[in-house]
Structure formats: structure tokens, C-alpha cells
């Protein structure tokens, strides 16, 4: 299983940009997902999540009412709304699957797969 994910890029404060991530060698439905970023010198933390369904989704209060996590799943495809971007969103931000119901979305060990990171720089 490999995940993709896509879509960052350089942009100046209160920006927006999208990231999206495929799955692919399963059925994309069966995964729940999540974003996860690491920024230079800090631990990766999580960002926002989403259950198979997209009945549920979390975020990280840095994140809450800027950034929308979605999925569709005709287009085997989950993505990333990010507005009005600030400088401290600057990160390597990942894409993670787990397989089946997250307990604990927030916690890295509930995810299955990882993709490659996209980076994210935010310009003040």
C-alpha cells in the first residue's frame, strides 16, 4: 500500500492552499485518514483526521476553524483545505491510512501507512 499525497507548495500568510492523499492497493473506503505534520526540529503532530465514512473528523485546536479535512470516495481521494495559513504551519505535512474505526485519531500508532510528506512553507 502507498500513499500520495500532494499539493503544498511556498505561500505568503492568510493564503490557502489543498493537499490531497490517495491510497492505493486497497479499497480507499476502508481506510480511515489522517495529516500529520513535522516541522524543523519538533516532533511530528497531528493535524486533523477522518473516520471511513467521513461521519467524524478531529483537528488539533491550532488548526480548528482554518483548515478542513475531507474525503471523497468515488475519487479514492482525502484532502486537506488549509486557510489563512501562518507562518507556524510551515511543516512537512503527511498523509497517513489506518485500516478500520480510529480509536485515537490523534495518536500516530492508530495509522497503518504513511505517504512521503509535501512541504508546506508559509511566508510571513
Known amino acids: 500500500v502507498q500513499l500520495q499525497a500532494c499539493g503544498g507548495g511556498l505561500v505568503q500568510a492568510g493564503g490557502s492552499l489543498r493537499l490531497s492523499c490517495a491510497p492505493s492497493g486497497r479499497t480507499f473506503s476502508s481506510y480511515a485518514m489522517g495529516w500529520f505534520r513535522q516541522a524543523p526540529g519538533k516532533e511530528r503532530e497531528f493535524v486533523a483526521a477522518?473516520?471511513?465514512?467521513?461521519?467524524?473528523?478531529y483537528y488539533a485546536d491550532s488548526v480548528k476553524g482554518r483548515f478542513t479535512i475531507s474525503r471523497d470516495n468515488a475519487k479514492d481521494t482525502a484532502y486537506l483545505q488549509m486557510n489563512n495559513l501562518k507562518p507556524e504551519d510551515t511543516a512537512v505535512y503527511y498523509c497517513a491510512g489506518g485500516i478500520g474505526l480510529l480509536i485515537g485519531p490523534r495518536m500516530t500508532y492508530e495509522y497503518d501507512y504513511w505517504g512521503q510528506g509535501t512541504l508546506v512553507t508559509v511566508s510571513s
Open positions: 477522518i473516520q471511513r465514512r467521513g461521519t467524524n473528523t
